[in-house]
């Protein structure tokens, strides 16, 4: 699945490292406070994130959603 386009570039880069590894974006709804989730693709309980749509720092947001795929034990 591509990556669904978020406005942030530095967001859009990270979400696409997290497809690149496995991990399984889903967009949320027009009504939703989060622009989204990202799972793990082994379904780890702990390995998941919440994207938001308009983060304080996008720059930190998009830090903070690779450092999650590369702690994640399944890759």
């Not at 974006?25 to 780890?44: E, N, T």
């Not at 983060?55 to 999650?68: F, G, L, S, V």
């Amino acid at each position: 699945m591509p990556v669904a386009n978020h406005a942030d570039r530095y967001i859009r880069e990270a979400l696409k490292y997290a497809e690149e590894q496995g991990w399984t974006i889903r967009k949320s709804g027009p009504r939703a406070h989060a622009w989204g989730v990202i799972f793990c693709s082994l379904g780890h309980r702990a390995c998941w994130m919440a994207i938001y749509s308009t983060p304080r720092n996008p720059e930190k947001h998009a830090r903070d959603i690779r450092r999650t795929v590369d702690r994640c034990a399944g890759v």
